[in-house]
Structure formats: C-alpha cells, structure tokens
C-alpha cells in the first residue's frame, strides 16, 4: 500500500514540474517576451508612414513656382508575400522578372517582416491599374508621397532639387529615415527643415488577403503627418523669365538686385537645365546626362563663377582715391594709357576729361591711371605699401567677400594679396604698371 503510495505521490510531482514548467513559458511569451505579439501584429497591422506635403514655394507677388504631385511607392513585406503571379505583377509596374528577383531579395536582406519600398515612385496611371488587383499579391501594398513639379523650366539653381537621403545621412541624423527625401541644392536646401514638414503614421488592420480593413484602435496609435511651411521668395517671376530670355542661347548670369533693401529679384545663370528633369525616377539617368554635358548647365555662374568687376569698380577706384587725398573731382589725365607695349583704349570721347566726365564717358584709361597714381604715389613707402592700402579700401567695400545670401555654395570673389603678386611675379617687383602685364 505504502509502495502504490509513493509511486503516485512521485507521478503528482512530475506532473506538477511540468505544468509549472508551462505556466513559466506561457507568463514569458505572454508578459516579458512579446516576439509572437509583434509576429501577429505584423500580420494583422500595417504602420503606414503619412509623408507630409513639402511647402510650396512662390514668387515675392504670390506666382507659384514649385508645387507638389502625388505619386506611389510601392511597398513590400517580404515574409507576407505567396503565391505570387510574377509575370502579371512584373507586367503591371513595367519591370522584367530578373529586376523582381533583385529588387525582392534586397527586400529581404532588409528585413522578411519590416516593410520596405520596392519600387518607387509609381505613376498616377500605373497604380490605378494595380490598385484594382492588388488583393492577389499579398505582401504589397501602396505608399502615397508627393514629388516636386515645376510649372515653369526657369530658376533651376535657385529653387534647386530634392533626392532620397543615403546611409550616411540617416546615421547622422536622426529624423530621416531610408526612403525620405532631403532639398540637395538651392532654397530646398537652404529652407530644408522649413519646407520638409512632420511625418506622421497610420496604423490600420488588414485581412488575409493584404487588403485593409480600418483603423486600429479608432486611430488612437495614429499621428498626423504636417505639411511643410510654405516659401515667399523675393523673386520676380516677370523679370526672371526676361533675364532667361535674353540670356537664351548664351554663357552667363545675371543678378538683379532692389538696391534699397538688397532683396534679389532674379538670377539667371545659363546654360541651365529644366528642373523637371531631377524629379522622380530618371533623376539619376537625367542627372549623369547633365553632368557630362560639355555646357556645364549644372554649373550655377550667378554664385560661383568668377567675372571682372566691369565698369561699376570704376567708382569704387574713384572714390578710393579721393578718400585719401590722390584725385579730386577736378583731376584731369591723359586720355591714354599705356605700359611697355600694352595700352588701354576706350570708346571716342572728347580728351582731357575730369572725374564727372570720365564717369560720364566711363573712360577707361582715365580710370587705369587713377589706380597708377594711387599705388605709386609718394605718400606711401613703397608701391606694396599703396597697394595694401587700395586693396583694404576695396574689401570695405564687399568686394571679394560672401554677401551672405541664403543659398547655398556661395564663392566669394578674388581681391588678389600682396603675397598673390609676389608669387605670380616676383618679389621687389612692385609698381603698378606691373599689374597690366
């Protein structure tokens, strides 16, 4: 009786282990372990990133001159994707099925349960045709976004462009994610965090088929994605498209600027490109093209080229020297200069001009040997000297200095240093007619 009763005692034991064995898995899988739950979410809930509207962008007169398109990405949840027809889903998004198997492996190397995007930027036309036979590919589902669209083919540089973030930009800041996009260049560069707006999420439930079925939660996991700030630029559309008009078929810029407040009313540089060509799906294609063109039209001239001053520094010269005592309005020189073999000509006006008729006249030789009187003069030690001076009368001016405008890769323009000189031609070698060799 006794032996029954131990065996039956050691059975109960067993049992015992066992099921307290299963109550410690089941707490763990239930309350610290929350793997499966996220495994069944993933099959039941789709996170869907609500990419805010980017600002758009007017002239100083309220004329649009970027403003948004809506376009598809289509995206991917690996480990959801059965029974696939690839050739008609390859047909629908116009891809063949060697591009499939690449695009569906990255895809996976990424992640099999995080959604990733497998093609973008779908056309309004391509997914209304695979909208309608979505239900047959589980595991893919459409991203609405919305890309840039430039009414007119004008100001490229200025308003810039935008392009998909890469690896080392999402490591170095923490709102971008893969798949976002970022202003590259111009005002969607410089305004990039005033324009880019809020990403927000939606949270919806889906059936067996891919096919969603509402809200979760009535939306309470939800965030609402914010639109980007909107942009007023000082430019003028009217003049811009006279300045690209003129400079048709030309090298050059031009920049047009309201003197009383400095505010930029156009700028042109050309040869330029239509800024439409860098949005969507052939940027890269089109933006190699551009690169290798001879033109150079990616080259902004307006901000980075350099340009003699022209006939404006004329003043700047004038005024430099009358400050310190060279020249006076009633100052006459010899309508001719000439150094060794080289002389300065200029357009037929009457010799022996003062200061006002030489700006009238905008005489060349006359300003050349207001600099040579300025340089040479007596009252300084040396040429160097007079030199050094002039060009600190220069830099007050804002002469070869960055103005500061809110655009990026700005140069600031050349004042050539003594030491500048020196090297190109040699030192004690100072005298101004030096400097028209």
Same mark, same amino acid.
């Given at each position: 009786?006794?032996?029954?009763?131990?065996?039956?005692?050691?059975?109960?034991?067993?049992?015992?282990?066992?099921m307290?064995?299963?109550?410690?898995?089941?707490?763990?899988? +239930?309350?610290?372990?929350?793997?499966?739950?996220?495994?069944?979410?993933?099959?039941?809930?789709?996170?869907?990133?609500e990419?805010?509207?980017?600002?758009?962008?007017?002239?100083?007169?309220?004329?649009?001159?970027?403003?948004?398109?809506?376009?598809?990405?289509?995206?991917?949840?690996?480990?959801?994707?059965?029974?696939?027809?690839?050739?008609q889903?390859?047909?629908?998004?116009?891809?063949?099925?060697?591009?499939?198997?690449?695009?569906?492996?990255?895809?996976?190397?990424?992640?099999?349960?995080?959604?990733?995007?497998?093609?973008?930027?779908?056309?309004?036309?391509?997914?209304?045709?695979?909208?309608?036979?979505?239900?047959?590919?589980?595991?893919?589902?459409?991203?609405?976004?919305t890309?840039?669209k430039?009414?007119?083919?004008?100001?490229? +540089?200025?308003?810039?462009?935008?392009g998909?973030v890469?690896?080392?930009?999402v490591?170095?800041?923490?709102?971008?994610?893969?798949?976002?996009?970022?202003?590259?260049?111009g005002?969607?560069?410089?305004?990039?965090?005033?324009?880019?707006?809020?990403?927000?999420?939606?949270?919806?439930?889906?059936?067996?088929?891919?096919?969603?079925?509402?809200?979760?939660?009535?939306?309470?996991?939800?965030?609402?994605?914010?639109?980007?700030?909107?942009?007023?630029?000082?430019i003028?559309?009217?003049?811009?498209?006279?300045?690209?008009?003129?400079?048709?078929?030309?090298?050059?810029?031009?920049?047009?600027?309201?003197?009383?407040?400095?505010?930029?009313?156009?700028?042109?540089?050309?040869?330029?490109?239509?800024?439409?060509?860098?949005?969507?799906?052939?940027?890269?294609?089109?933006y190699?093209?551009?690169?290798?063109?001879?033109?150079?039209?990616?080259?902004?001239?307006?901000?980075?080229?350099?340009?003699?001053?022209?006939?404006?520094?004329?003043?700047?010269?004038?005024?430099?020297?009358?400050?310190?005592?060279?020249?006076?309005?009633?100052?006459?020189?010899? +309508?001719?200069?000439?150094?060794?073999?080289?002389?300065?000509?200029?357009?037929?006006?009457?010799?022996?001009?003062?200061?006002?008729?030489a700006?009238?006249?905008?005489?060349?030789?006359?300003?050349c040997?207001?600099?040579?009187?300025?340089?040479?003069?007596?009252?300084?030690?040396?040429?160097?000297?007079?030199?050094?001076?002039?060009?600190?009368?220069?830099?007050?001016?804002?002469v070869?200095?960055?103005?500061?405008?809110?655009?990026? +890769?700005?140069?600031?323009?050349?004042?050539?240093?003594?030491?500048?000189?020196?090297?190109?031609?040699?030192?004690?070698?100072?005298?101004?007619?030096?400097?028209?060799?």
């Amino acid at each position: 009786m006794n032996q029954y009763s131990g065996q039956r005692y050691v059975i109960l034991g067993i049992f015992t282990v066992v099921m307290f064995i299963y109550l410690v898995r089941l707490f763990y899988i +239930h309350v610290v372990d929350n793997s499966y739950k996220l495994s069944a979410n993933n099959n039941v809930l789709r996170y869907v990133t609500e990419y805010p509207a980017r600002g758009l962008v007017y002239d100083r007169n309220g004329k649009l001159l970027v403003y948004n398109e809506a376009v598809y990405d289509l995206m991917v949840v690996p480990k959801q994707v059965k029974d696939l027809d690839t050739i008609q889903f390859c047909t629908i998004i116009g891809i063949t099925k060697e591009e499939f198997i690449k695009k569906f492996k990255k895809a996976k190397t990424y992640s099999r349960v995080k959604s990733s995007i497998f093609e973008k930027q779908l056309s309004a036309e391509t997914y209304a045709v695979l909208q309608e036979k979505l239900f047959k590919f589980s595991g893919f589902y459409v991203q609405p976004r919305t890309l840039r669209k430039y009414p007119g083919k004008i100001a490229a +540089h200025t308003l810039g462009y935008i392009g998909e973030v890469d690896d080392k930009l999402v490591a170095k800041n923490p709102y971008y994610r893969s798949g976002d996009y970022i202003g590259i260049s111009g005002l969607e560069q410089s305004y990039e965090e005033e324009l880019r707006g809020q990403r927000g999420v939606r949270v919806v439930m889906v059936d067996v088929f891919n096919r969603e079925k509402g809200s979760f939660g009535n939306g309470e996991y939800d965030t609402a994605a914010v639109s980007g700030k909107n942009l007023m630029t000082t430019i003028d559309l009217e003049l811009q498209l006279l300045g690209e008009k003129l400079l048709e078929n030309k090298i050059g810029s031009v920049v047009a600027i309201e003197p009383a407040t400095g505010e930029i009313l156009a700028i042109v540089t050309k040869p330029t490109y239509d800024p439409n060509l860098l949005v969507g799906r052939v940027r890269s294609k089109n933006y190699v093209a551009l690169l290798r063109d001879e033109l150079k039209p990616l080259f902004n001239r307006a901000m980075m080229a350099y340009y003699p001053p022209g006939s404006t520094f004329k003043l700047v010269n004038a005024l430099i020297a009358e400050q310190e005592g060279i020249i006076s309005t009633a100052t006459v020189f010899p +309508h001719s200069f000439v150094v060794g073999s080289k002389s300065v000509k200029c357009h037929p006006h009457p010799g022996g001009l003062d200061l006002r008729a030489a700006i009238q006249y905008s005489c060349n030789p006359y300003f050349c040997n207001t600099f040579r009187a300025f340089v040479d003069n007596r009252k300084f030690v040396n040429s160097e000297a007079g030199y050094r001076l002039w060009r600190e009368y220069v830099l007050s001016f804002g002469v070869g200095r960055k103005i500061g405008v809110d655009l990026p +890769h700005e140069l600031s323009g050349l004042v050539p240093t003594v030491e500048f000189y020196d090297r190109y031609y040699g030192k004690n070698r100072w005298k101004a007619s030096t400097f028209f060799h």
